[in-house]
């Protein structure tokens, strides 16, 4: 059974920093590109920052480019979000996503993206 559980999420004022973690099992890690996405009430899902397989190819939304990092540890199956500069606007639900179908998927879209977490709240205050 496919699993992935985010954790790190929290309440930080303006211009601070957190670390997400997203811990997966179930499959096999290494083969699989990952994403985290997030969500505000009302608003679509949407891409935040994705890696490959391998981790060394990074792609950023234009929001976030600059100040936060995804990277991957393919031994202890996690993946991780460094958020630094934190703004308001980053505040929402934060949500890790696997995908098999590397060339396919991206952060336009939540098609393509084959497994979700169950999400990590993250609050910025100014």
């Known amino acids: 059974q496919v699993q992935l559980v985010e954790s790190g999420g929290g309440s930080v004022q303006a211009g601070g920093s957190l670390r997400l973690s997203c811990a997966v099992s179930g499959y096999t890690y290494a083969s699989y590109c990952m994403g985290w996405f997030r969500q505000t009430p009302g608003k679509e899902r949407e891409g935040v920052a994705r890696?490959?397989?391998?981790?060394?190819?990074?792609y950023y939304a234009d929001s976030v480019k600059t100040r936060f990092i995804i990277s991957r540890n393919n031994v202890d199956n996690t993946m991780y979000l460094q958020m630094s500069s934190l703004k308001p606007e980053d505040t929402a639900m934060y949500y890790c996503a696997a995908t098999y179908n590397c060339i396919s998927a991206s952060l336009a879209t939540t098609s393509w993206w084959n497994y979700w977490g169950q999400g990590t709240q993250v609050t910025v205050s100014s």
């Open positions: 890696l490959s397989t391998a981790g060394g190819s990074t």
